[in-house]
C-alpha cells in the first residue's frame, strides 16, 4: 500500500514600517516602484541594516510555534541568478535561524496530531515580476519586504492534514498580528514537496515539489491530484523523478515546470555586511509576557462557556471581534450570537469592518443585559440594532425612543392571550388534536397584538397554561 509523505514550506510577509534591510516603505502600492531604496535596488557600496522590528515579529511566530531560540544567530548570502534578484543573491539565515525544532497542532476529523516545524528563518522578498507580451518588467515595490520562512517536518500523512496545518498555521499568524496572511494575495505562499512509499518502507520516495498553490483549498487539491498521479505512475512501473510542478487551477491539475536533474548549489556564505545577533534576554521574556490568546486556546475556551460550532468558527475567523468578546463581562452566549449573527450581518451589508463600527463595550454590556433580563424579544433586538449601532446611544434610552418597551406585565398579557385564543377556535381544536404548529400559531397571533412587544417567554407560558383550562 503507496501511503504519502508531505511536507510544507510556507513563505509570509510580515507586518513592519520599513523593509528588512533597507528604510523604503513596507506597503503595497498600485503604482509600481514607488518605495524602493538604492539597497532594494542593489546599488554597489550599499550597506543593509537589519529591522529590529522584523526580528521581533519573527520571535512572536517561533513562541507561538513552540520552537527552539538561536538566541546567537547571524545572516547568510544565498546566491543564483534570477532577474526578480537586484542583487544576485539573497540575504536570508541558513546555518542559524532564529527559530527551530517546534511544531503546531492541528485537528482532523476530531484526532489532535503534532506536525513537527523544522526551522523558521528571516530573509526578504523578491522583486515581484510582471510578464507581457512585449517582455517582463519588474516592480521593486516587494524587493527588500520581510519574510519569514516556516518549514515543516515531513509529518503531514494526508491532504487533509495539510490543509488543517496551512488554516492552523495561518490562524496563529493573524492572531499574533505579525501578517495580514492572505494566501490569495500573496503575503503568504505555500509550497508543498510530496512523496509515496510502501506503508513499511524505512525510506522515502523521491519527492515532487509542487508550486503556485494560490488558497488553502487548493493545497488539498492540488496534493490529492498528485497522490493519484504518482500512484498510477508507480503501479505502471515508472520511476518517479525529482521535479517542480505548478498547480493548475483552471484544471485542478499539476503541470511540470522543471526537472531536479542536480541539487541547488546557492554557495551560501556567512552575510559579512550585517554582523552577528544577540537576541537580549529582556526582549524574549517581554514578547513571551505580552503573547496573545491564539485560536486553539480560544476554541477550548469557548467550548467551555457553551457557545455552539458555528459561532466557534465565525469568532475565530473574525480575531477583532473575538479580541472583543474576550474583553466582555457579561453573558458570552448571548453575546457571541449578536455578534456573530445581527451585528456581523450589519458588517457585511453596510460594508465596515468592526474597528470601524466603534462599538462601545459599557453600552452592549447594557444591550446584553436587556436581553439576558428578557426585557427585549429576538424581533426587537433585529429593531433596534441598527439604530444603536449607528447611533451610539444606550440601548434603554433607544428602547423607549422606538417604542420598543416589552410587555411583562401579567394581567396585560393574559388579556391579549385569552383574546387570541377566543378568536382562533380552529387553532384552538388543532392543539387538542395534538398539531404542534396551532402553538406557533396562536404564538404568532399574539407578537401580532402586542405588536411584537409581548415577553414571549411569558406569553408562550400563559398560552399553554390557558389552553391546559380549556382541556379539562
Not at 392543539?431 to 397571533?445: H, N, P, T, V, W
Amino acid at each position: 500500500m503507496l501511503i504519502p509523505t508531505i511536507g510544507i514550506e510556507v513563505h509570509v510577509e510580515l507586518k513592519s514600517n520599513a523593509k528588512v534591510y533597507s528604510k523604503a516603505k513596507n506597503a503595497y502600492s498600485n503604482e509600481p516602484n514607488t518605495f524602493v531604496d538604492v539597497i532594494d535596488l542593489g546599488y554597489p557600496g550599499v550597506l543593509p541594516k537589519l529591522n529590529e522590528q522584523v526580528i521581533k515579529n519573527a520571535l512572536k511566530a517561533c513562541l507561538a510555534c513552540h520552537c527552539k531560540i538561536n538566541e546567537l544567530m547571524h545572516f547568510d548570502r544565498k546566491n543564483y541568478f534570477y532577474p526578480d534578484l537586484p542583487k544576485g543573491y539573497q540575504i536570508t539565515q541558513q546555518d542559524t535561524p532564529i527559530g527551530y525544532d517546534g511544531y503546531l497542532e492541528i485537528e482532523v476529523d476530531g484526532k489532535k496530531k503534532k506536525i513537527g516545524i523544522e526551522r523558521i528563518h528571516i530573509e526578504e522578498d523578491t522583486c515581484k515580476s510582471i510578464h507581457s507580451l512585449t517582455g517582463t518588467l519588474l516592480n521593486f515595490n516587494r524587493a527588500g519586504v520581510p519574510l519569514i520562512e516556516i518549514v515543516s517536518k515531513p509529518d503531514i500523512a494526508s491532504p487533509e492534514e495539510a490543509v488543517a496545518y496551512v488554516e492552523t498555521l495561518r490562524e496563529t499568524l493573524l492572531y499574533l498580528g505579525i501578517s495580514d496572511v492572505k494566501i490569495e494575495e500573496g503575503s503568504m505562499r505555500c509550497d508543498t514537496n510530496i512523496s509515496l512509499k510502501e506503508e513499511n518502507a524505512k525510506e522515502f520516495g523521491t519527492k515532487v515539489e509542487i508550486k503556485n498553490i494560490g488558497s488553502i483549498t487548493n493545497v488539498g487539491l492540488s496534493l490529492n491530484y498528485e497522490i493519484q498521479r504518482q500512484k498510477e505512475l508507480i503501479n505502471q512501473g515508472v520511476k518517479i523523478i525529482e521535479e517542480t510542478r505548478r498547480f493548475d487551477d483552471n484544471t485542478n491539475t499539476t503541470i511540470l515546470m522543471r526537472v531536479k536533474e542536480t541539487g541547488n548549489d546557492y554557495r551560501y556564505f556567512p552575510e559579512p555586511d550585517i554582523p552577528y545577533v544577540k537576541l537580549p534576554n529582556e526582549w524574549l521574556d517581554e514578547i513571551r509576557k505580552n503573547m496573545p490568546k491564539l485560536p486553539n486556546e480560544l476554541r477550548e475556551e469557548y467550548k467551555q462557556l457553551g457557545l455552539n460550532y458555528n459561532n466557534i468558527k465565525t469568532l475565530i475567523a473574525n480575531p477583532d471581534i473575538a479580541k472583543f468578546l474576550d474583553s466582555l463581562s457579561c453573558d458570552k452566549v448571548i453575546s457571541s450570537n449578536l455578534l456573530t449573527g445581527d451585528i456581523l450581518a450589519y458588517m457585511n451589508k453596510n460594508k465596515v469592518s468592526f474597528e470601524q463600527l466603534n462599538l462601545d463595550s459599557n453600552l452592549f454590556v447594557e444591550l446584553v443585559s436587556m436581553i439576558s433580563n428578557n426585557e427585549l424579544s429576538s424581533k426587537q433586538v433585529k429593531e433596534l440594532l441598527p439604530v444603536f449601532l449607528e447611533k451610539k446611544e444606550s440601548p434603554k434610552k433607544l428602547v423607549k425612543e422606538l417604542g420598543l418597551v416589552q410587555i411583562s406585565d401579567t394581567d396585560t398579557l393574559l388579556k391579549i392571550v385569552r383574546d387570541v385564543i377566543k378568536n382562533n377556535p380552529n387553532s384552538v381544536i388543532d392543539y387538542e388534536s395534538g398539531l404542534d404548529r396551532a402553538i406557533k400559531y396562536l404564538m404568532g397571533q399574539i407578537m401580532k397584538e402586542s405588536r411584537g412587544q409581548a415577553n414571549p417567554q411569558m406569553a408562550n407560558k400563559l398560552l399553554l397554561e390557558e389552553l391546559s383550562k380549556i382541556e379539562k
